[in-house]
């Protein structure tokens, strides 16, 4: 389903969605098989061109040939003006090869941008906005926080960003983790925030920065950080460093 302010929405089945997405798919597949057929166009086109110069410069190297033999000149002459009529008519043929291709090239450069007018289209209406997974990770965070009996606030940014119902899917039990050891080894105690002059109340950020091709989801807190001395001698104990 797509909800927006102010607008209608209406219910899509994700087969729907995923049918769409593989006509596009095959779409864009039929695009880059033009593209090869107009790469092909202009080798053929340069080949031609590449012919006529060669006979041209053939045609040249005849017309200064003396042979010594009158009757030999005379049909090394005849020949140049034969060879000079064939490279113009390659030249000109390669010219018209390039006319014809000139608005099927356009055409491609016109098709090219509608599909990827049409999947950045196609992929906004498949993104539903995080704020329900962000939702559920606040309630993660909480549920920690009464567990190891510290004080945490969450503060949610860019909730409205959307991204794909299947990769929040996929993204959720990670996040889940990431905010999890936030609460149990990021933030500190009330105690121990009293004592540096902290607010006792931790914060953990959730944020989601999008843009057209790509969303970045942060995870931050105001706790104490990693203890790096800590980690190093722990992954000497067990031979990992």
Same mark, same amino acid.
């Given at each position: 389903?797509?909800?927006?302010?102010?607008? %209608?929405?209406?219910?899509?089945?994700?087969?729907?969605?995923?049918?769409?997405?593989?006509?596009?798919?095959?779409?864009?597949?039929?695009?880059?098989?033009?593209?090869?057929?107009?790469?092909?166009?202009?080798?053929?086109?340069?080949?031609?061109?590449? @012919?006529?110069?060669?006979?041209?410069?053939?045609?040249?190297?005849?017309? !200064?040939?003396?042979?010594? %033999?009158?009757?030999?000149?005379?049909?090394?002459?005849?020949?140049?003006?034969?060879?000079?009529?064939?490279?113009? %008519?390659?030249?000109?043929? *390669? $010219?018209?090869?390039?006319?014809? @291709?000139?608005?099927?090239?356009?055409?491609?450069?016109?098709?090219?941008?509608?599909?990827?007018?049409?999947? +950045?289209?196609?992929?906004?209406? =498949?993104? =539903?906005?995080?704020?329900? =997974?962000?939702?559920? #990770?606040?309630?993660?965070? #909480?549920?920690?926080?009464?567990?190891?009996? !510290?004080?945490?606030?969450?503060?949610?940014?860019?909730?409205?960003?959307?991204?794909? $119902?299947?990769?929040?899917?996929?993204?959720?039990?990670?996040?889940? +983790?990431?905010?999890?050891?936030?609460?149990?080894? *990021?933030?500190?105690?009330?105690?121990?925030?009293?004592?540096?002059?902290?607010?006792?109340?931790?914060?953990?950020?959730?944020?989601?920065?999008?843009?057209?091709?790509?969303?970045?989801?942060?995870?931050?807190?105001? *706790? $104490?950080? #990693?203890?790096?001395?800590?980690?190093?001698? !722990?992954?000497?104990?067990?031979?990992?460093?």
């Amino acid at each position: 389903e797509t909800v927006s302010d102010g607008e %209608d929405s209406i219910s899509v089945k994700g087969e729907q969605l995923d049918r769409l997405l593989d006509m596009l798919t095959s779409l864009t597949m039929l695009d880059n098989q033009r593209d090869s057929r107009i790469d092909q166009f202009r080798e053929v086109n340069a080949n031609l061109t590449n @012919c006529g110069n060669r006979i041209r410069d053939l045609g040249r190297v005849l017309s !200064k040939v003396q042979a010594g %033999d009158e009757r030999v000149d005379s049909a090394l002459r005849s020949a140049t003006n034969p060879l000079q009529e064939l490279a113009n %008519d390659l030249g000109e043929i *390669g $010219r018209l090869l390039q006319d014809a @291709c000139r608005p099927i090239r356009d055409e491609h450069v016109a098709m090219s941008n509608f599909i990827r007018q049409f999947r +950045h289209a196609l992929v906004s209406v =498949m993104r =539903m906005p995080v704020t329900g =997974m962000f939702r559920r #990770l606040q309630r993660a965070a #909480l549920d920690a926080a009464r567990v190891e009996r !510290k004080q945490v606030r969450l503060e949610v940014i860019g909730s409205e960003a959307g991204l794909e $119902r299947s990769v929040q899917e996929r993204l959720l039990d990670p996040l889940m +983790h990431i905010v999890r050891n936030a609460v149990s080894h *990021g933030i500190e105690s009330p105690e121990d925030r009293r004592s540096q002059g902290k607010d006792q109340v931790g914060t953990i950020t959730l944020e989601a920065i999008s843009a057209p091709n790509l969303l970045t989801l942060n995870v931050r807190d105001d *706790g $104490r950080g #990693l203890d790096y001395e800590s980690l190093r001698r !722990k992954g000497t104990e067990l031979g990992l460093l």
